[in-house]
């Protein structure tokens, strides 16, 4: 499971170092990632291969003569990057994923279970203080998996 909130620094290549945590869990998958956009929020996700493997399948699978289906399918699959961790435990951001994320050089890598987010370090704080300042922000009725949830 990947956890947590790491601020770090992109080189002037597009790489970052993948925190140390990590590494291990990662390498199980012998370094193999897919890195794509959020269709949601300026920022990126990235997949464990065999994570990634199992939602590129949903994806697939959706109609696409649907247009909000095909979207989805455009955005995810059509952004969607191979990426390894290098023999330094770095991560190289492609170009025109680094863009679409407004990434600079201070990045925010967010555990998100079985994915991170990749946040540029302001984007990342200014959704964080939105999120903590607007508790409904229009998203809806909690579903009720959430509303029997206790923290």
Request: proline residues 5%.
């Amino acid at each position: 499971m990947f956890r947590g909130i790491s601020a770090l620094l992109m080189d002037s290549k597009g790489r970052v170092a993948v925190p140390t945590r990590y590494h291990e869990t990662l390498q199980n998958e012998a370094g193999q990632m897919v890195m794509t956009v959020d269709t949601q929020a300026l920022c990126l996700l990235l997949y464990p291969l065999s994570e990634w493997n199992i939602i590129e399948e949903k994806i697939a699978a959706l109609p696409t003569l649907n247009p909000a289906a095909r979207r989805i399918q455009r955005l995810l699959v059509g952004h969607a990057t191979d990426v390894e961790l290098d023999g330094n435990g770095r991560v190289l951001i492609p170009p025109v994923l680094r863009e679409y994320a407004q990434l600079d050089k201070k990045v925010m890598w967010v555990g998100q279970g079985k994915k991170f987010e990749i946040w540029s370090e302001l984007g990342w704080q200014e959704e964080r203080d939105a999120w903590f300042s607007d508790k409904d922000q229009g998203e809806g009725e909690l579903p009720a998996e959430l509303k029997q949830l206790s923290l």
